[in-house]
């Protein structure tokens, strides 16, 4: 037994080896990645329940390391490691412009914009440039700001409120709204959260998942959806992936859906397909 022990830590200590070195790596041709122009950005539908229309796209960034024909990786895998060293800053920045061009390209080919729901991270929040970038941002592209919405996550909001505050007031006096991602996993309550200026809340997948099986959970996504529209916030339901867990979404009063059921996230060429023609 105690031989084995040793094998299992030894074992242990490889696999955690093994982990610096990819996030060494990982991070090593992180650097260089932005200017190479390696960053793309992916869209997932989010649809309006009551109609089954298409209400607006979630904005998801990939990495195709290497270049053109490079492995596509996903931002578990490099988004933590760019927002423990700052790089999450310009590339956010990135995101931001290029969602906004991509509408614009969209609308200048005749299709009828859908407003971009970009993801924001806390050390976005952190940098003193935000505001004035996005500001940039809006003057150079010309996009409306009400096709443009930033999901925030809870446990951001929790972790930053005072200074988040001031800066989400900025940002939503330019015109862009402001929704709260990941709902539910942080623990802090809707009458809180109420203090920030956000129209939308949407549910965590983990609520979601088990909606068919687990009453529990069928009784808490109702009593957000209750408290939420009594709020006057809309609510999304991220992750939903079958037709049961549309119907009791609906059934509760759920507004908008997103998830595998409707479409996985899809690169531009694909995303525009979706789009109704003017
Ligand atoms: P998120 O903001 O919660 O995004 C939703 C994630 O759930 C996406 O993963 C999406 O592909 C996945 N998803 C959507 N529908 C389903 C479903 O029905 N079933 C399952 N199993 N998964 C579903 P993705 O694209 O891998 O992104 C992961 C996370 O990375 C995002 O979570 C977000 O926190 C972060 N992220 C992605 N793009 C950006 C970005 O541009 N900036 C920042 N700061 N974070 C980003
Ligand atoms: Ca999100
Ligand atoms: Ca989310
Ligand atoms: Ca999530």
Redesign the pocket.
Known sequence: AKASGRNNYQFFKEAMNLTAARHFELETSLRGALAADEFELYF?PIMDIGTRRLHAM????RWRRGGKDGELV???QF?PIIEENGM?VPI?EW?IRQACKQSMLWQSQGMTPVPLA????ARQFMHRGLVESIRAILDDTGIDPALIEF?ITETALMQHGEQTLEILGHINAMGIRLSI??FGTGYSSLAYLKRFPVKKIKID?AFIKDLEQSAEDRAIVAAIIALSNSLQLSVVA????TEGQYALLQRHGCQFA???LFS??VPHVTAQLLLPRC
């Open positions: 997932q979630e904005v998801l960034l996903m931002p578990d988004i999450i956010g995101v970009v993801n924001l991270s999901e991602d990941d997948r991220e992750g939903v992936e997103q998830g595998y996985q996230p």
